[in-house]
């Protein structure tokens, strides 16, 4: 079993890695800039009717679908940060998983864009700026309480484990989101496949944030296992309950997302301060 176990903490740092090379996120910005030009020409191609008729009616329309394209790209990149932050602490998995949340929240605004026409014009499309404004409200009061919640991180110290627990913790933490890469992956390319044979896909992100609610919850088994009071315990529950809030954020219509987004984060700061308050002594981030 230690040595499956080590194997797989073995691949999993080889991937991290290679994904924190400076090489690896140079390539994948300059990928994002030549797929954002390209969306756009496509669209403007099509505009003028340059592509028969049944591709025609696969591609968007609006030139706004480039930006919307983009930053889903971006969110990406940031679903994957997530995976890799995973055997991090607990907080800091859940910090990353509202940087996600704001991120997803402004591609909703520009996802608005699409409705209105080019030249931009919004006269007579004032439910699409109230849903922009909402969005990018939602987004920059994400990002502020956020910081809020990283400075409040600063304040945890470090948990007295042995250093076979610790590695042991890691380990174990490591294959769990070794899995959620492969599956991450593994859902991406099946609604790729969908998309080009012209199938009906599902909603990605709902898909793969309702996976991440049974990974949230055994890392919480799995930290319990290995740091048992209570204060942790609770701590780690309440995290998991946070980011179960952010799925339904995620599933909500909108105005009641974005309301749910916020209170999803400020109960985790709130959970945040009372713990740093009153059990910050205790050993709070390693049995997460």
Not at 40 to 52: A, R
Not at 80 to 93: G, H, R, V
Not at 208 to 236: C, E, G, H, K, W
Request: one cysteine or more; aromatic letters at 16%; a neutral charge.
């Amino acid at each position: 079993m230690d040595k499956i176990s080590d194997a797989l903490s073995n691949v999993f740092d080889v991937l991290h890695i290679f994904w924190e090379r400076e090489k690896t996120h140079r390539f994948v910005s300059a990928l994002i800039v030549v797929i954002f030009i390209f969306t756009l020409g496509i669209i403007e191609l099509n505009n003028l009717g340059l592509f028969p008729e049944t591709a025609a009616k696969r591609i968007a329309a609006s030139q706004y679908m480039s930006i919307y394209t983009a930053f889903s790209l971006v969110l990406i990149l940031e679903v994957i940060e997530l995976i890799f932050a995973l055997p991090d602490s607990m907080s800091k998995a859940v910090g990353k998983q509202f940087e996600i949340l704001a991120l997803i929240f402004l591609r909703s605004s520009f996802k608005e864009l699409s409705s209105l026409p080019v030249p931009l014009n919004i006269s007579g499309h004032h439910e699409a700026l109230f849903h922009i404004l909402t969005y990018g409200g939602g987004a920059i009061a994400i990002f502020t309480l956020l910081g809020i919640y990283l400075l409040m991180l600063r304040n945890f110290g470090e948990a007295p484990f042995s250093g076979c627990f610790l590695e042991s913790f890691i380990k174990a933490k490591k294959t769990v989101a070794l899995l959620m890469l492969a599956l991450f992956c593994g859902m991406g390319c099946f609604n790729i496949w969908l998309l080009i044979t012209n199938t009906p896909g599902f909603n990605f992100y709902q898909y793969f944030f309702t996976m991440l609610i049974f990974s949230d919850i055994l890392l919480v088994l799995i930290a319990q296992y290995f740091l048992p009071q209570f204060p942790a315990v609770f701590r780690n529950s309440g995290y998991a309950l946070a980011t179960l809030l952010i799925r339904l954020a995620l599933t909500a219509p909108v105005y009641y997302d974005v309301l749910l987004g916020i209170f999803s984060l400020t109960f985790a700061l709130v959970l945040t301060f009372v713990y740093n308050k009153f059990y910050g002594r205790e050993p709070p981030d390693h049995g997460k």
